[in-house]
């Protein structure tokens, strides 16, 4: 059975920093390549970091140079670095397959104040 556990999310100011982990739970991990995802109140999610099995890393120019993706294969976890944040950065957070599965988690509120 799939699990998607998203944490880290939480409140934090302008130009401040939080580090989110989806501990993932499945055989397919290692074997896929992985998103970070987040929907604002009102929006379409969005794709904000895909890593491939090898560790290539995508952004969108949104993100690009504030956002980093990790994985460890031994621990089936992805992980969101995220830097000088934004109060437009403020949304639930996903971790998914990319291209994403039918399954989502419960995912973290990340809220950025001005």
């Known amino acids: 059975q799939v699990q998607l556990v998203e944490s880290g999310g939480g409140l934090v100011q302008a130009g401040g920093s939080l580090r989110l982990s989806c501990a993932v739970s499945?055989?397919?991990?290692?074997?896929?390549?992985m998103g970070w995802y987040r929907q604002a109140p009102g929006k379409q999610r969005e794709l904000v970091a895909r890593?491939?099995?090898?560790?290539?890393?995508n952004y969108p120019d949104s993100v690009k140079g504030r956002f980093t993706i990790s994985r460890d294969n031994t621990k089936n976890t992805v992980y969101l670095q995220m830097s000088s944040l934004k109060p437009e950065d403020t949304a639930v957070y996903y971790c998914?397959?990319?291209?994403?599965?039918?399954?989502w988690g419960q995912g973290t509120q990340v809220t950025v104040s001005s």
């Open positions: 998914n397959q990319q291209p994403p599965s039918g399954y």
């Open positions: 499945g055989n397919f991990f290692r074997l896929s390549p």
């Open positions: 890593i491939s099995i090898s560790g290539i890393t």
